[in-house]
T-cell receptor
Framework: DTGVSQDPRHKITKRGQNVTFRCDPI?????LYWYRQTLGQGPEFLTY????????KSRLLSDRFSAERPKGSFSTLEIQRTEQGDSAMYLCASSPQITGELFFGEGSRLTVL | QQPVQSPQAVILREGEDAVINCSSS?????VHWYRQKHGEAPVFLMILLKGGEQKGHEKISASFNEKKQQSSLYLTASQLSYSGTYFC???????????FGTGTSLTVIP
């Protein structure tokens, strides 16, 4: 399977704990995006990488969120000191430089109790 | 900077047509359209680059009016499989972040 994969698919945690999500993009894709989606809403932009460089980060994110993409391959999204408002589906998408089409993973659903 | 879509929701009978609009407050480089079914990730439908082109395949097409910073998605002779939430996505330039619209829920009934 050469699609975008995300891990874990589901995560239940207690408020105050840290969580980390991993995204493995399609191998030849330079761009990698993280989005957050809550029920009934559109995907909300979090951050964006071009290869290993993090080019943009949403101002909506607090300092509790951090993302990395070492060596321009897989990416991780870490949320520190989780809050109940962080409960959402976290979507990763990758895109080749030329066409711009976004290919999404299945998402990682976070529930903060 | 989130594009605004209209209508928010629409219910169609099989075979009817629908138009979904996407409007941005900023000049756009490209507009994408995606469909998301419940519990699934968004799936790409088409991309339009500035130049006012219209694209489509089979019974789904779209237009992009860069002067008005608007795009419209046209679904003709709708099928049950068209049900889902449709999102436009906008890019202000190459290498810029990508924003999704507010979404339009489309339900096709027999």
């Amino acid at each position: 399977d050469t699609g975008v994969s995300q891990d874990p698919r589901h995560k239940i945690t207690k408020r105050g704990q840290n969580v980390t999500f991993r995204c493995d993009p399609i191998s030849e894709h330079n761009r990698l995006y993280w989005y957050r989606q809550t029920l009934g809403q559109g995907p909300e932009f979090l951050t964006y990488f071009q290869n290993e460089a993090q080019l943009e980060k949403s101002r909506l994110l607090s300092d509790r969120f951090s993302a990395e993409r070492p060596k321009g391959s897989f990416s991780t999204l870490e949320i520190q000191r989780t809050e109940q408002g962080d409960s959402a589906m976290y979507l990763c998408a990758s895109s080749p430089q030329i066409t711009g089409e976004l290919f999404f993973g299945e998402g990682s659903r976070l529930t903060v109790l | 900077q989130q594009p605004v879509q209209s209508p928010q929701a629409v219910i169609l009978r099989e075979g009817e047509d629908a138009v979904i609009n996407c409007s941005s407050s900023k000049a756009l480089y490209s507009v994408h359209w995606y469909r998301q079914k419940h519990g699934e990730a968004p799936v790409f439908l088409m991309i339009l680059l500035k130049g006012g082109e219209q694209k489509g395949h089979e019974k789904i097409s779209a237009s992009f009016n860069e002067k008005k910073q608007q795009s419209s998605l046209y679904l003709t002779a709708s099928q049950l499989s068209y049900s889902g939430t449709y999102f436009c996505g906008t890019e202000l330039g190459t290498g810029n972040q990508f924003y999704f619209g507010t979404g339009t829920s489309l339900t096709v009934i027999p």
